[in-house]
């Protein structure tokens, strides 16, 4: 979570959303109480904003990369076209039994695919055309997914990246790794002439780009 904001402004955010469905906060619970790292969770603001960009777009194909417990997943497919589908990438096999009591219990995950194998390997092959793409995978891995993503992706299409402010440390003179990758993706976006981009302050940091 980004400094600057006190929990009441949080707090007050939160308490102002649209209703957020009773499996999504019931699977928050599961992910707090069953995960070592429950901050990885989109959360209600991050998720209710996920599916209000695909309910805009109405996609046909979403891709996500990183898929964890499978919030974000369910939020984005709120949004897919009536015969869309989500695909969504994820290598490790922590997070499965909360995976497979999801696709057993919740209706919508009808319309997800959830694949365990590297994004970055099964891609290439697939010849889809991508609508709307979330990237949450591995930080090292982001300018790699991009290179992938965007010849899979038409004039309009939206790709939507987590964690592109890094805890605020892109900002900083000194990077270390993984927060210099992240800098030189949001320079990517920036600077490219495929893309138009915005980089919103919400949890930590998400970037809103159109395929031109």
Not at 30 to 42: E, G, R, V, Y
Not at 63 to 80: K, M, N, P, R
Request: charged content about 25%; some cysteine; glycine content about 6%.
């Amino acid at each position: 979570m980004l400094k600057g904001l006190s929990l009441e402004v949080l707090r007050y955010c939160d308490t102002h959303l649209s209703n957020v469905p009773d499996y999504l906060t019931e699977l928050e619970r599961k992910t707090h109480l069953n995960t070592m790292a429950p901050q990885m969770l989109s959360g209600s603001l991050q998720g209710r904003f996920l599916s209000m960009i695909s309910r805009l777009k109405q996609p046909l194909v979403i891709v996500e990369i990183g898929t964890f417990t499978g919030y974000s997943a369910l939020c984005l497919a709120e949004g897919l076209a009536e015969n869309g589908r989500l695909y969504t990438f994820e290598v490790e096999n922590t997070y499965d039994e909360i995976i497979q009591g999801l696709q057993q219990e919740v209706e919508l995950c009808s319309k997800i695919e959830f694949i365990k194998k590297s994004a970055l390997e099964y891609l290439p092959n697939t010849g889809w055309s991508v609508d709307l793409a979330f990237v949450d995978g591995s930080k090292k891995e982001y300018l790699d997914y991009l290179r992938v993503l965007e010849n899979m992706m038409p004039t309009g299409a939206v790709l939507l990246s987590d964690n592109v402010l890094w805890y605020g440390k892109v900002a900083e003179e000194i990077k270390d790794h993984d927060t210099s990758i992240i800098d030189q993706y949001n320079q990517y976006l920036r600077d490219s002439a495929k893309w138009d981009v915005v980089i919103l302050p919400i949890r930590d940091g998400i970037s809103v780009a159109i395929k031109k």
